[in-house]
């Protein structure tokens, strides 16, 4: 009996170790991160709905007259990902022309949403670029000053969600490259991004501007 | 008695429960995967050591003469992973002119790696281009045949391991620019990229060419 009693305990102990691990692994299921491939060219279909949707959530929808598909694809998830930003926008583009993405950015912009654009110098300006528009907007941007290229291709939405890949936010590269992005909450992965935006973004501070060095003045 | 008795079986199997579970959480531990973020421009430093160890590991290693530091860096990590290849190596990359991940490459190739390489075919012939290299090796090569670019730049590691971003496999992205590439295990990040190589594989196959169409006949 003695023996008994001490066991007993010890059994109590372990279900509730196993209640307590069973619990965990059913509230990791439920917290379970985005994980996301999506592959580019994408397939053409018509986004009005989805930004018109986000521009006025509570206004009836306005269907759109123009021929593209309504369908799901991998521009649509893109756009559906990055509209979802509530707090936060961090983007590190190298290059940026497609109007759709830039309509959404300045959107968010518009409902709040805090955006920080960090962009390569010498394409900030080519023709179509969305980067006048944005400032314009009032959304603050910082440009590189270097000779190699600020070549990401990086978003993070209220700093929890990773979208990076191989794809730059033109519409070329959206309806006629192979490309990829991943979209990915997993801290992992996210964390280090979020640092090297805030490095960079200080680096690029315009207080900082080495354009005119002490040998030109 | 009767209700000790009867409560005591519950117990036990509680207390398995929670050491199979236990068990399984230890195990996961152990083969938790791959998951590292690596940011460019990389410190410069001496790779001579790396790539000499894997071209004939039972050699004495021969100090190499150059002055660049030994440390470890954003590059050093890139080919270590990749020179882990043990079976098979996809490579799908929009621009290849790094003269080390070259070598590398064809060090693989000739232990016995089967290595794969999808390009884009506006570049492969560009002046420093390691397609040519390649080739000459004996090693497989496809390109695309569209307008668009084949824009990826990622390389799967024995079908588990995905390296990819937006880092091309250049010597001046690799030095000059601002870059970042994943390097993962997570099975849902890497299934999609091996489905995606073997999809494209097939389309790019030479006797699919249409470069030559009817009305040219």
Not at 152 to 173: C, P, Q, Y
Request: net charge positive; with cysteine.
């Amino acid at each position: 009996m003695w023996a008994a009693g001490a066991r007993q305990p010890a059994l109590v102990l372990a279900a509730l170790a196993a209640l307590g691990l069973a619990l965990e692994v059913l509230v990791a299921r439920r917290r379970r991160p985005v994980r996301e491939v999506l592959f580019f060219p994408s397939k053409p279909s018509c986004t009005e709905a989805l930004l018109a949707e986000a521009a006025s959530p509570d206004d009836a929808p306005v269907p759109c007259p123009c021929p593209l598909p309504r369908g799901d694809c991998a521009f649509s998830r893109l756009l559906r990902h990055l509209l979802s930003a509530r707090r936060s926008l961090e983007l590190c583009l190298f290059a940026f022309s497609s109007p759709q993405l830039g309509r959404a950015v300045r959107l968010l912009h518009r409902r709040g949403v805090r955006v920080r654009v960090v962009t390569d110098a010498q394409y900030m300006a080519l023709k179509g670029s969305q980067i006048g528009l944005l400032r314009h907007a009032g959304i603050q941007v910082r440009h590189d000053q270097e000779s190699g290229y600020m070549h990401h291709k990086f978003a993070i939405v209220d700093r929890k969600m990773l979208i990076t890949g191989s794809l730059n936010w033109t519409t070329e590269a959206i309806q006629n490259n192979r490309e990829n992005i991943l979209i990915m909450e997993d801290a992992e992965y996210v964390q280090p991004f979020l640092e090297e935006f805030e490095r960079i973004w200080e680096f690029y501070d315009p207080l900082k501007y080495m354009f005119f060095s002490k040998e030109n003045k």
